[in-house]
């Protein structure tokens, strides 16, 4: 993964869209859009994008929202407000504010570019990169970009590798030998396969780079189309296949990894099993996502909170965590966890006991409460005596139980218990 000595970072603009209900993510995304959602113990989903971002050399961030923003506004107020216009440095958080029309919000996400033209178009970046909000990566964006001023192309879809059977659920690429798109395929039953490799097919990450006049040309063009979508994936995307020029570039190429990593990390946690699962890796001996790289730091709003404290010592009643992530200002009051991830200003106490859970901030787990294989949202206040994960059927009763065996918990599951 080799750099040029002069970036073409510094003339793009990353434009994130983070816009997303996150449906599937059931009672976590009531309040939140998914970019919003806590990750990892400290961060939030869209940290992520946009610290690929920073880390890349890029210094002009639009982040356009939609769907019940004020969480994700608020945290990119707070977290992301660092970069300056004196240094030729820019970060706008676009909510869909009707500017182009008073009863048009974002129809897609093509639009969610196209409304605000005007403000991409006064900080006159040479290139775009469209970047979703919701996916949990370490990418450099300057090989990308690269590769797409190499290829001359039109437009560079970023891709994964994954077995040809998976990649239903996905927009596909079908390149030639030197992975130039010659179809764009959405979803499709049967695949198609890499030249050369007949297991694997070329998924789209969502991740596409333009130079910025042809881009602001398409989206006029697609603005006055009246069949259109407003899409890139269903609309944009497969014109410029037919019409222009694309290229896949494949994310093995720009994924940044520490020498702990040895695969290209790239999560979709889209629903409660996916999301548990992910947070979970992250207490293996020697995780996937290597979240300790101080070469790549994933950037969030870092709030001034004490240490994490253990306390009590006596034979059930010992504040003690094996194989577990704990954020700042948790208070382990004589529980014991394992294998679990604590975000910030959690509260455990005594002769309870937390196993595979993933508690979002500032969570009250109650005297002798055990819990297992769940998934506990902010600030839920979890009763004395609770036992989750022993009785399949209860517990499908009372919270959101997937079929893997994972329990979400919200405030509103535990106020009816006692109802």
Not at 251 to 264: G, L
């Amino acid at each position: 993964m080799e750099r040029r000595p002069q970036p073409i970072s510094r003339d793009a603009m990353a434009y994130v869209l983070a816009g997303g209900r996150g449906s599937r993510l059931m009672e976590l995304t009531d309040r939140r859009a998914k970019p919003a959602v806590y990750f990892g113990g400290k961060t939030r989903i869209i940290d992520f994008a946009l610290s690929n971002a920073l880390n890349s050399g890029i210094r002009r961030i639009g982040v356009a929202t939609q769907y019940k923003a004020h969480s994700l506004i608020r945290h990119l107020q707070r977290g992301w407000n660092f970069l300056r216009p004196e240094r030729n440095e820019s970060f706008d958080v676009l909510p869909a504010s009707q500017r182009v029309s008073e009863t048009q919000w974002y129809a897609g996400t093509a639009d969610a570019v196209f409304q605000n033209i005007d403000i991409i178009e006064s900080y006159g970046p040479k290139y775009m990169v469209i970047l979703a909000g919701d996916h949990i990566y370490k990418m450099d964006y300057e090989v990308m970009l690269q590769a797409h001023v190499d290829t001359r192309a039109d437009v560079t879809v970023g891709c994964l590798e994954v077995p040809r059977m998976e990649a239903t659920g996905f927009g596909v690429m079908h390149v030639d030998d030197k992975d130039r798109i010659v179809a764009f395929v959405e979803k499709p039953a049967d695949p198609p396969a890499i030249p050369g490799d007949p297991d694997h097919a070329l998924a789209s990450m969502g991740i596409y780079v333009f130079e910025t006049a042809f881009l602001m040309n398409l989206l006029r063009e697609d603005a006055d189309n009246a069949q259109s979508s407003r899409d890139f994936g269903k609309d944009l995307i497969p014109y410029i296949v037919k019409h222009g020029k694309a290229y896949a570039h494949r994310f093995a190429r720009s994924c940044v990894r520490s020498s702990f990593e040895t695969v290209p990390y790239w999560r979709d946690v889209g629903t409660v099993d996916a999301y548990w699962e992910a947070n979970i890796d992250l207490t293996d001996v020697v995780p996937e996502l290597d979240l300790y790289d101080r070469d790549w730091p994933i950037w969030t709003y870092a709030e001034i909170k004490p240490p994490a404290k253990f306390v009590h010592d006596e034979d059930g009643r010992r504040g003690s965590a094996v194989s577990s992530l704990v954020a700042g200002d948790c208070i382990i009051s004589g529980a014991s966890l394992r294998r679990s991830l604590l975000f910030t200003g959690v509260r455990a106490h005594s002769y309870s006991s937390l196993d595979h859970a993933v508690v979002l901030p500032d969570c009250t787990i109650s005297r002798g409460a055990k819990l297992k294989k769940v998934v506990i949202d902010r600030g839920v206040v979890i009763p004395e005596g609770l036992v989750v994960g022993e009785d399949p059927k209860l517990d499908a009763k009372r919270f959101r139980r997937t079929d893997k065996g994972i329990c979400l918990i919200t405030q509103t599951m535990i106020d009816r218990l006692g109802a």
